[in-house]
């Protein structure tokens, strides 16, 4: 499975952004789908995940209320909905592809436990 992210981009305090991350070369409906995220000097942490219908999702506390991902099947795509963006929200942010049909938080909130990874698009929020 190939994941490639766009959507990234330079956004002032408060401002919304989505980010997209295609799909290709596997069953994308088998797949639940995380977005992650780097800043600078610091670890890769959770942001967001899907499961394979779209029916379940779970955000860390530090997204929650602000972000929403989702995905879309048939356009093999997920994207995560950013909005009120904050300068801590700056970072790389990835998304992830795990084959799983359970919704099991403890996995899916691990990035070790992901098959596929993108490469990555920067967002950057200015003060």
């Known amino acids: 499975v190939q994941l490639v992210e766009s959507g990234g981009g330079l956004v002032q305090a408060g401002a919304s952004l989505r980010l997209s991350c295609a799909a290709s070369?596997?069953?994308?409906?088998?797949?639940?789908m995380g977005w992650f995220r780097q800043a600078p000097g610091k670890e890769r942490e959770f942001v967001a995940v899907i499961n394979w219908s779209g029916t379940n999702t779970y955000y860390a506390e530090s997204v929650k209320g602000r972000f929403t991902i989702s995905r879309d099947n048939a356009k093999i795509t997920v994207y995560l909905q950013m909005s009120s963006l904050k300068p801590e929200d700056t970072a790389v942010y990835y998304c992830a592809a795990k084959s799983s049909f359970r919704f099991d938080l403890g996995a899916l909130t691990a990035e070790s436990r992901y098959d596929y990874w993108g490469q990555g698009t920067q967002v950057t929020v200015s003060s």
């Open positions: 070369g596997g069953t994308f409906s088998s797949y639940a």
